[in-house]
């Protein structure tokens, strides 16, 4: 199957600071979606990108679809404890009409 | 974006039982599939669930192993079946209004075997 790599793996941080994680692929995507799942729930759809280049925002959450199509990134601005999650992408390889592959997460804790 | 709900929440089950999950969508959707979430891993698809006809797999889950029911748009089933302990999962529905776009989750079945 279809490898995202995403990173970091896990990230460590004081409230107030800005969060930076990416994903990528060894092939070219249709779609980039980004999920945030918290301990004993399913994951919720933080931002969907469909273009190459579109940046979208979600409050504090700003994601871009990269140029390449093989690359997506997911920033949080100004963190703050309700931040902390387990945050995935997932993305769509231009031939295959249905499964989403998704990386491996990014563990975040947020440092009051 | 859809309410979606699953039963049960958690089970624990001895090796060799089978445990069938359920997940109830609060409208109709065209799109649902079945993943697995091993313990502190990402999530794998195992299956899109088709209504009125088989579930299409993916490569390494079977149906013997994973059959999947969807009688109608709302509604889909996924049954564990003979369990062993690397079954031990968290299994999630997720929809989606077609196979390109976004997909919402379920709260997900947190299965132990023992």
């Known amino acids: 199957g279809q490898q995202l790599n995403q990173s970091p793996q896990s990230m460590f941080i004081q409230e107030g600071e800005d969060v930076s994680m990416n994903c990528t692929s060894s092939s070219i995507f249709n779609t980039w979606l980004w999920y945030k799942q918290d301990p004993g729930e399913g994951p919720v759809l933080l931002i969907a990108l469909y273009k190459a280049g579109e940046l979208t925002s979600n409050g504090r959450l700003t994601a871009q679809f990269g140029i390449t199509r093989k690359d997506s990134f997911l920033n949080i601005s100004a963190s703050i404890p309700s931040d902390v999650g387990i945050y995935f992408c997932a993305g769509q390889p231009r031939d295959t009409g249905n499964q989403f592959y998704f990386g491996t997460g990014t563990s975040l804790t947020v440092i009051p | 974006s859809a309410v979606i709900s699953q039963k049960p929440s958690r089970d624990i089950c001895q090796r060799g039982t089978s445990l069938t999950i359920q997940c109830q969508v609060d409208s109709q959707v065209t799109m649902m599939f079945w993943y697995r979430q091993q313990p502190g891993q990402s999530l794998t698809l195992i299956a899109t669930?088709?209504?009125?006809?088989?579930?299409?797999?993916e490569s390494g889950f079977v149906i013997d192993k994973f059959p999947i029911s969807r009688p109608n748009l709302t509604f889909s089933t996924l049954t564990v079946s003979n369990m062993s302990p690397e079954d031990s999962s968290i299994y999630l529905c997720?929809?989606?209004?077609?196979?390109?776009?976004?997909?919402?989750f379920g709260p997900g079945t947190r299965l132990t075997v023992t």
């Open positions: 669930a088709n209504q009125g006809s088989e579930a299409t797999y």
């Open positions: 997720s929809v989606g209004a077609s196979s390109w776009s976004e997909q919402y």
